[in-house]
């Protein structure tokens, strides 16, 4: 399995969740992450800004990735799907805001591969309390934690919204409602 963004917090759950699994998992990250995402249970993890990291993620898994997942939102669909095993799947879920994206079919059908969409905002608000049970379930006993670059009262959700709008942001800013709020 390949995970893009596995020093991330979904790719982080991952990587976690794929190795308990019993998948070998190949991710991408910055050389400052990489002990981190290999703890998660990465079996190795490249630098997405090196300028062969095609060539690498080809050579760490020969066969092809019987699931591509990108929670970066870096990659390209035409390179993922050149990656695919036989059979296998490519799940889309980031790059929204990256204009029109460019699917080769014939090298997706050619390979009886998939590709599977999804948005978390698609789910009911019963199901989106269903998976966070189950998430907190299966990651409970395992050295996967959120980052939290930040946590902020309710008033400062302006600074919020700007600071990850400039980029930059690692992690989650939580906003905290309490007595530093003024409530």
């Known amino acids: 399995m390949y995970v893009g963004g596995g020093a991330g917090n979904v790719g982080g759950a991952a990587v976690t969740l794929a190795s308990r699994a019993g998948a070998r998992v190949v991710a991408t990250a910055r050389p400052e992450d990489a002990a981190e995402v290999r703890h998660l249970g990465a079996a190795e993890v490249l630098d997405y800004r090196s300028p ?4 690498q993620l080809r050579r760490a898994a020969p066969g092809g990735y019987h699931v591509h997942l990108d929670t970066s939102g870096r990659g390209l669909l035409a390179d993922a799907v050149d990656l695919l095993a036989p059979g296998g799947r490519l799940v889309a879920m980031t790059g929204l805001g990256r204009g029109a994206a460019e699917l080769p079919l014939g090298r997706l059908y050619t390979r009886d591969a998939s590709i599977v969409g999804f948005a978390l905002s698609n789910a009911a608000t019963a199901d989106l309390a269903e998976a966070a049970e189950g998430a907190v379930g299966a990651l409970g006993d395992t050295p996967w934690r959120p980052r939290i670059a930040d946590r902020l009262p309710l008033s400062r959700t302006a600074e919020a919204h700007r600071r990850m709008d400039a980029g930059g942001v690692r ?5 905290t409602v309490g007595a530093a709020d003024g409530r």
Do not use: A, P, Y
């Open 171 to 175: 992690g989650r800013l939580v906003l």
């Open 52 to 55: 062969d990291l095609g060539e």
